[in-house]
């Protein structure tokens, strides 16, 4: 029934040819375009994160990688104190694992429950409470992420548990937001015809309205992903681990090796996992959405 | 000690901060305005410039902000520096991206028609791009700033001033009876102040967007 839906990818890498890329180059430009124009007027108070081009495709990993390279030669021949080398050593790997599962399990959480909120509040039954919704969303984005992580540990006591809760809290916000200006934003003539061909209203929704909306909900995905690689560093506030613990080691000891590992990989796995989204993004928006009529 | 005790019996020292918080924030917003518009008006006629500029400043903002005082500290040192810089350089984003596309929005007959008239290159820039780009260039200064209140409060643990300090002396004397009164005061310090700057733009949008252009 739904295997002709348009939210899956109907040509994936392989099958592209290499002439195509210029014309997906420029579509994508152009779609840039279009969405800068719209995005120009109402940007109030959400982080849309500008999406991938293919250029940037193949720059970002490339400097990741230079950067992770040059990071091990210097920390290969650099001196390391006592203090230093108890931070660092075995202490590196354990850290990074720590940031990925709280970024992961963090946004699987955001997108469960932002998701099937922002869908309830475009339901003819709960339209009414969507403005102010968005504007309780608008306002939780004026509290700072640190003061809010640490009246949860207050609250909840220390631990990743915590700082997840906390992460989760902070980008649920934004994504809800995405989500409710994605369905809100579709053509209403659209979803008219499809009640008018004899479609039920969870026929509308599977069939046009989240299919259409993927580009949106797609772009939510990222930028939950962005915001929670993010706040995970100050996990580390509240004892709940990640590369944060680096950061703060070397601040705390007045130790630059240690501060300085824990920031280049910090940014290095955050420019990765915007860089993965963003490739996710490109490939999964449905193909008939890139040329807008 | 309850909170409103807590608050009187600190208010010269939350007070100092408040200030602080607000002063750091706003003048690294007049900075990036200054120097984003700048960056947008140098490229948005380039395609390749105007994407470069969008692209890289959209990979700035990526970087979660205390990896990037844990390493402007090693550089710059700590204090009020390693503050300036990260707020700056958070602020610009929004505002590069939205001078850029307000910039490139403009009708290209109006750009025509003021040249018509005689006016030079600067003058178009100043009396007929740059006005009709500023609700734009004002929306990406709101986003921005209220970004930079939360990015300050973790720049206080590079020792950056404002009410950062105040949460992270709750976070060292967390279990103790004052650490929640601590932590509160600056949350709510920083919520006041975003949502004063916010109704001050508000106002500025009032009186600076010319009402034929009104949305």
Known sequence: MSSDTPSKPSASTEDRPAELRDKDRALVAEL???RQDREAAPATGERVLDRLTWQRVAVVPAVVAVVLLATWMWYRGAELD???????????WPRVREHIELTAISTVLVLIIAIPLGIALTRRALRGAAPYVLAVANLGQAVPALGLLVL????????AETAIIGIVIYAALPV???????????DPQLTEAAKGIGMSGSEVLRRVELPLAVPLILAGVRTALVLNVGTATLATFGGGGGLGDLITAGITNQRMPVLFLGSVLAVALALLIDWLAGVAELLLRPKGLEVRT | MNFWEFLESRHQQLLTDTLQHASAVFQCMVLATVIGVLIGV?????????????????TILTIPSLAMIGLLVPVVGL????TVIALTLYGLL????NAIVGLRGVDPQLVDAARGIGMSRLAQLLRVELPLAWPPILTGIRVATQMLMGIAAIAAFASGPGLGN???RGVASLGSANAINQVLAGTLGIVILALLFDAVYVLIGRLTIPRGIRA
């Open chain 2, 79 to 82: 204090g009020v520096a390693p």
């Open chain 1, 152 to 159: 949860l540990v207050i609250w909840r006591g220390i631990g």
């Open chain 2, 94 to 97: 929004p505002i590069v991206r």
């Open chain 1, 82 to 92: 006592s203090i230093a080398k108890q931070s660092i050593e075995g202490n590196v």
């Open chain 1, 32 to 34: 840039e375009r279009e």
């Open chain 2, 166 to 168: 105040i949460i992270f």
């Open chain 2, 42 to 58: 140098a490229t948005y006629r380039s395609e390749l410039a105007g994407n470069f500029a969008t692209a890289t400043t959209a």
């Open chain 1, 176 to 186: 809800l937001a995405n989500t409710i200006a994605g369905l809100q934003a579709i």
